[in-house]
């Protein structure tokens, strides 16, 4: 059963460019959570989805952040009009369900540069 | 909102010697989900331990146990026989448990462990 993937793993993007960043959860889990870890810090939390809807986003700042999670295919973090201050580690994480109970396995991440 | 704390930014131990690291929260609420994690530099989040707030005996797995003061809300852990793979950044995390919330993790800002031989 492969693991949470995310693509790419590495994303150097000039200020203005659009970045797109893909999630797949793992087999059997329709829950996906995004979190940022900008340089020194912890993770924070960005949004949660379920298939087709999102469930929480008060971690997503308002303008130029969007994220879907389609009923086929990856979820999708997608930042419009990139800036240095979106330079961080972006990771998703899946699980089953929203119960506690349920682990949150994590991708990989990606690392989104703005030159 | 809840808020996580790990006011050591880094820390060191010998090989096989054992060290603790802290981690205190803030919550109003009395239900809840505490986790270590750990993210060596490979950068892959991998869940180390969990405790759920409502058992008072506390989490261990194998070398890695906590110390769960649940009034004090302190919730450090411990590694035993400390060996050199278990360099990495540890982050302490908080989860709700009410039904209906969101499941969304808070983490603290994390602890750099050294392990020297």
């Known amino acids: ?115 | 909102a809840q808020t996580v704390t790990q006011s050591q930014p880094e820390m060191s131990v010998q090989e096989a010697e054992t060290v603790t690291l802290s981690c205190t929260y803030d919550t109003s609420e009395s239900d809840y989900y505490l986790f270590w994690y750990k993210q060596p530099p490979s950068r892959q989040m991998i869940l180390v331990i969990r405790q759920e707030a409502y058992k008072q005996q506390n989490a261990t797995e194998n070398r890695f146990s906590v110390n769960f003061q649940k009034a004090a809300k302190s919730f450090s852990l411990k590694i035993s026989d400390s060996q050199l793979g278990d360099a990495a950044m540890y982050f302490c995390a908080y989860r709700s448990a009410r039904t209906g919330t969101a499941s969304k993790l808070t983490f603290g800002t994390g602890t750099r462990l050294q392990v020297t031989l």
């Not at chain 1, 700042?61 to 240095?84: D, T």
């Not at chain 1, 990771?91 to 030159?115: I, K, M």
């Open chain 1, 1 to 115: 059963n492969a693991g949470v993937m995310q693509n790419p793993r590495h994303l150097v993007r000039r200020r203005g460019q659009e970045a797109r960043l893909r999630c797949s959860p793992m087999k059997g889990h329709s829950h996906v959570y995004w979190y940022r870890q900008l340089p020194e810090e912890g993770l924070k939390f960005m949004v949660y989805l379920q298939k087709e809807n999102i469930i929480d986003e008060s971690g997503m700042p308002k303008e130029r952040f969007s994220a879907e999670f389609p009923k086929e295919g990856p979820s999708i973090l997608r930042i419009q009009q990139v800036v240095r201050g979106d330079s961080a580690a972006y990771f998703c994480a899946s699980s089953p369900s929203a119960g506690w109970y349920n682990e949150q396995f994590f991708g990989p991440g990606t690392r989104l540069t703005v030159l």
